[in-house]
């Protein structure tokens, strides 16, 4: 944790925990994926989304968080 006092003696705090490596995801990303992916399944499955769009959108949910 770094802070800092500006000159008008504000006081800014920047946490930096360090980024995950190109194509690694972190937990809290698979998490929110996972989330993302069943909140998106029960308009599909109660018919919500019209025919034409479902398998779009259920290629889109599939491919998140695959390494390309």
């Given amino acids: 944790m770094r802070g800092r006092i500006d000159p008008r003696g504000r006081i800014s705090v920047t946490t930096f ?11 809290g990303g698979r998490a929110a994926i996972e989330r993302a992916r069943a ?11 019209p025919r034409r769009y479902r398998d779009g959108i259920r290629e889109y949910f599939d491919g998140l968080g695959e390494d390309k």
């Fill in 17 to 27: 925990r360090g980024l995950p490596k190109p194509g690694e995801m972190t937990p």
């Fill in 39 to 49: 909140d998106a399944q029960a308009p599909l499955d109660a018919e919500v989304i």
